[in-house]
């Protein structure tokens, strides 16, 4: 069964460390996106990438970093984590074509930054 | 750039009911438009999405919503409730040329009563 697999599922980090959120994607899928949620501002859309060893800016993109080294894996960073990064992250994939603008999405990690 | 409102932060019915949850976008160019359910501390699960011909579109465990052009409506209704529909939900909207950037709503939280 296609997935889209988050790690870790939670974590727990100080201000100014620096956070790796991974995702992995079983759909064979060119398009990857990270989203963040907050209560009352649904999802907002961060990194984006159409394909391995490229990432685009989305919406709110300040204060993070991604990664796509291979098609199945997308990565975000948090170089220097902030109070106000505490969030929870989704990852999701969709296909380029026949099925496109449907985005399978992973289980969230839920990131406390202290 | 594409916006989506959905008006009501919560609704609340019993089970069997009739439900309706309303969005609202702006955009004047092509769109798709689509709707997602997250259950609780679940990532976001599609439920189904628009983009042209009939303005009636069905989905999953009996959903269905119903675009409007001259209203720039997308709403989502069931017919008859179950306990298990409650959950939070969200639309969103994607211009045909922003590459499948979805931009969401802030989403509806569904409460269904025994």
């Given at each position: 069964e296609a997935a889209v697999t988050q790690s870790p599922r939670s974590k727990v980090a100080v201000t100014g460390g620096k956070v790796t959120l991974s995702c992995h994607q079983t759909n064979n899928h060119d398009y990857m996106y990270w989203y963040r949620q907050d209560t009352g501002h649904?999802?907002?859309?961060?990194?984006?990438?159409?394909?391995?060893?490229?990432?685009?800016?989305?919406?709110?993109?300040?204060?993070?970093?991604?990664?796509?080294?291979?098609?199945?894996?997308?990565?975000?960073?948090?170089?220097?984590?902030?109070?106000?990064?505490?969030?929870?992250?989704?990852?999701a994939s969709s296909p380029r074509l026949g099925g496109q603008n449907t985005l399978y999405f992973g289980a969230g990690t839920r990131l406390s930054v202290l | 750039t594409q916006t989506?409102?959905?008006?009501?932060?919560?609704?609340?019915?019993?089970?069997?009911?009739?439900?309706?949850?309303?969005?609202?976008?702006?955009?004047?160019?092509?769109?798709?438009?689509?709707?997602?359910?997250?259950?609780?501390?679940r990532g976001l699960q599609f439920l189904l999405k628009y983009y042209s011909g009939n303005p009636v579109v069905q989905g999953v465990n009996g959903f269905e919503a119903e675009f409007s052009k001259s209203d720039?409506?997308?709403?989502?209704?069931?017919?008859?409730?179950?306990?298990?529909?409650?959950?939070?939900?969200?639309?969103?909207?994607?211009?045909?040329?922003?590459?499948q950037k979805l931009v969401f709503g802030q989403g509806t939280i569904l409460k269904v009563y025994l």
């Open positions: 649904g999802l907002r859309l961060i990194h984006y990438s159409y394909v391995a060893d490229s990432t685009e800016k989305g919406d709110i993109p300040d204060g993070y970093k991604a990664s796509r080294p291979s098609q199945e894996n997308f990565s975000l960073i948090l170089e220097l984590a902030s109070l106000s990064q505490t969030a929870v992250y989704f990852c | 989506v409102s959905q008006s009501d932060a919560h609704v609340t019915v019993f089970e069997g009911d009739s439900v309706e949850l309303r969005c609202n976008y702006s955009y004047g160019g092509s769109i798709y438009l689509s709707w997602y359910i997250q259950h609780h501390g720039s409506s997308f709403h989502l209704r069931k017919a008859s409730v179950h306990w298990s529909d409650s959950a939070v939900y969200f639309c969103a909207v994607s211009a045909t040329s922003s590459g």
